[in-house]
Each structure stands twice: as C-alpha cells, then as structure tokens.
C-alpha cells in the first residue's frame, strides 16, 4: 500500500508512473487510479526469467520508461539482469521495505545488488544493516523515509467520546490500542498478557483494542488463538477485537496510549501515525521501532516480549509528569521528519538525477 501511495503523490508532482504488479494481488486490486497505465506479470504465465526479461523489456519499450523504482526485494535479481543484459542506461532504484536480515556479501548478491544506483533505505539502522551485510557501497545509500500526510492527523473531526461511541468501546476505561494485522510476530499476545497482569496487581479499569484482521493468504489461526487465550485468562469483556477503518483517526482517537509489541519492524508507519496523531507511544526496543522513537525520546521502549518491562513503560508513560510535552515533540518529528513532502522530494530528488542522466 505504500508503493500506492508513492506512486499517486508523485503522480500529483507531475511524473509519469506506471504501475507493474502480479495479477489478483491486494496491489493490484487496489490500484485505482493510483498509476497511469497498470501492466500485469502474472507468475502461472511467466515461469521463466528469459520470459520475464522479454515482458519487461516490451513494456519498458511500449511506456519508455526511464527509471525502474523497485520497491520488493524479490525483484531485484529480474531488475538487475535487465539492466546488465537488455538496458544499462536505465536507471535502478531499490526502495527497501525489508531488512538484508542475512550476510549478502557472496558473489551473486555483489553483481545483483552492482546494477542498482540508488538504494533507498527508510531508516538510518537499515543503511547501516546493508553496509555491514552487503557489498553496497555508501555513496549509493540514500535514507529517505517513508512519509505520512500530515493534515489527515492533524485536521481529525473525531473526539475520544465519539471515536469509542463509533467503536462501541466503554467511556471511562483506559484503553491501550493495537493498530495492525494479527500475527504472531506483531506480539498481540503479549499485550493479552500483560492486561492480565495489570488486572492482578493495579488499580483502574484497563482494557485493549486491537484493530486489524489476519495476515491475508496465512489462515486465521493466530486470530482465534488470540480469542481463546483472552477467553482463558477471563478477559472477555476486556479485550475489544475491531476490524481496520478506512480512517484511522477513529482508532486513535479511542485510546489512551499506542502500543508497539511487534517482535521487530523494519519500519513501523503505524507507530509514526500515533506521534503523528497525539498519542503516547510504547513500543519494543528494537529496530524501526527503536529509531522512530528515537531511542525513548518520544516514547517508552519495552524488551521484546516482556511483560513486566511492558507493564514498567505503560505504569511510566501514566504518570510521567512531562508527557504532554514528549508526545507533542513525537508529534512535530513525525510531521517533519516523516512527511509526505520530505519523502517524495527526497525521491523526486534521486528520480530527477536518474534521468539527467540518462538524457546526458
């Protein structure tokens, strides 16, 4: 979805985009009017990459297409063939979504990742990751980050009275709120279990909203492991299962703090629409996660699965006498540093020298 997003705002700023996905995707499904021409590669028609490489290179040619912006993983090795084989003038850009995670540093991931010109990391951890995992060099790095758009944050019409009345969420509970898919690496169990524990040993009316459905095409089973463990631990009428809105102001509105229990996130724009929208942030101390939060500048930062440091950062976000202050420097980071205007002029920036230079 946030290719989709890129791809209508540079539209917006006057570029050409064309949009290349799998058939009978959620991309593709969702595309609209977000591209200005849509080209399907389905895998089933395709089984080859001497096939792939033909289709790429007619479509290239049909849409004269100056830049390949590459935003998966996967498809670096068919982009990068391209480049050495059908067109070395073209420029390459990976925009990273995902950590290297494993040393890239052999033979065939050196000549891969050679064709690319810019690489685009989100976050300064990550530029850092693929300089100690790969063999790119750091003059090729750029750290743009992903962006949101600050007004939809800012200008929300919801009031926490309506957004839980909208949400059928009691009024006078404090609710932590979960923003995502179920899945077991998000860590929604551990929220589960910390609410049991703040039941057992603290004073006031602690309940949770999850918001989100199953990952798609990965079953439901960590859904309804979630339902059961809160219908073992007796938290029934404590733990409100919702599904995603359309406008997200509604859930953020509902809570009174953002949690972040994911077992590692590579970005984490979900974390930087709650500093966005005025809520206070606790999230796990690791990766995006860590830096968005700037190391616990403008939120609190728990151990991985851990529910008494959970409990610790929630008991400290609560009574923090400075926390109106923290949350509205979380608030001007997020509309600065994480904007729609910073992202997109950062890659017109990399796009503009892409295809200067291919002219000259």
Known sequence: MNTLKLARWLREAGWKVHLITAGDTPVHRHAGDAPSSLSVFSEQGMPGKGAQLRALNAWVRRFKIHVLFVPYNKDIAVASLY????DGDIGLVYQQHMQVGVRKRDLIHTLRYAMIDVWISPLAYLK????????????????IPFGIEPEAFLDSAWTRE????????????????????????KGQDLVIRALQKLRGTATGNYQVLFM?????????????????????????????????????????????VFAMPSHGETFGMVTVEAMAAGVPVIGTDKDGTREILGEGQYGRLFQKDDVEDFCRALSATQHDPELAGKVKAAQDVACTAYS?????????QVLEEMVD???A
Do not use: W
């Not at 990751?129 to 750290?143: A, G, N």
């Not at 006078?172 to 709120?177: Q, S």
């Not at 729609?340 to 017109?348: L, R």
């Open 340 to 348: 729609k205007k910073g992202m997109v002029s950062g890659i017109i």
């Open 212 to 256: 989100g459905s199953a990952t798609i095409n990965e079953g439901d089973a960590f859904s309804r492991s979630l339902h059961q463990q809160v219908k073992d631990a007796g938290l029934a009428d404590s733990v409100h299962f919702r599904s995603y809105a359309e406008d997200v102001m509604v859930f953020f509105r509902a809570i009174e």
């Open 357 to 359: 230079n291919e002219v």
């Open 128 to 143: 850092e990751e693929t300089l100690r995992l790969t063999r790119v060099p750091e003059e090729k790095i750029e750290v």
């Open 83 to 86: 480049k050495r084989f059908y």
């Open 162 to 185: 309506a957004a839980r009345e909208a949400l059928s969420l009691p009024q006078d509970a404090y609710i932590i709120g979960v923003l995502g898919r179920l899945d077991p690496k």
